[in-house]
């Protein structure tokens, strides 16, 4: 039986979800990096096409540091107004969080693109999906991956603690 992706639907039909599958290198509990990259299936829909892709894109770290970010934005006190992660095929950007819901942008680049919008290269900002929905759809959302980072935690002495000069931009 398939597992459920948690997932964000826009008023727009736009989606996003996010599920944890496993550690990329299961057996490595003792390297740095090594040891902490997940794998992760995003289900999306832009413009009324859907895709879903696996890849190891996410560090236990960043999972948290997400996490934190979306649980922040559902209760109107968000960190930054954007995220990203070392690996650049993800990143998260508030639009609007005024009169009741939230609107982000989540952009979608390498692995993570569909087969029928291939990337030259990271960077490109021309395929996201724009999230409007509530607070409630938010907090459940970031509650889904609050479990997915208890069962995956960060291994090799690692924690949220980390340096995060990629990750977080403009400061509220």
């Not at 390498?110 to 990271?122: C, F, H, M, T, V």
Request: hydrophobic share 40%; proline share 6%; with cysteine.
């Amino acid at each position: 039986m398939p597992v459920e992706v948690p997932c964000l639907i826009g008023a727009n039909g736009d989606e996003f979800g996010l599920r944890v599958v496993g550690y990329q290198f299961p057996g490595s509990a003792a390297a740095e990096y090594d040891s902490n990259w997940l794998t992760v299936e995003v289900v999306a829909r832009v413009g009324g096409r859907s895709w879903t892709v696996r890849d190891p894109c996410l560090l236990t770290w960043e999972l948290a540091w997400l996490h934190e970010w979306i649980m922040g934005v559902a209760v109107g006190r968000p960190s930054h107004v954007e995220v990203s992660f070392l690996e650049p095929n993800l990143r998260l950007e508030l639009r609007d969080g005024l009169g009741g819901s939230t609107v982000f942008r989540v952009y979608f680049e390498l692995e993570l693109r569909p087969p029928w919008a291939p990337a030259d290269g990271a960077g490109m900002d021309d395929l996201y999906a724009t999230i409007e929905c509530s607070a409630q759809a938010l907090h459940d959302f970031a509650e889904a991956l609050g479990l997915q980072r208890k069962e995956y935690p960060s291994r090799a002495g690692v924690g949220t603690s980390r340096d995060r000069p990629y990750f977080l931009r403009g400061g509220r």
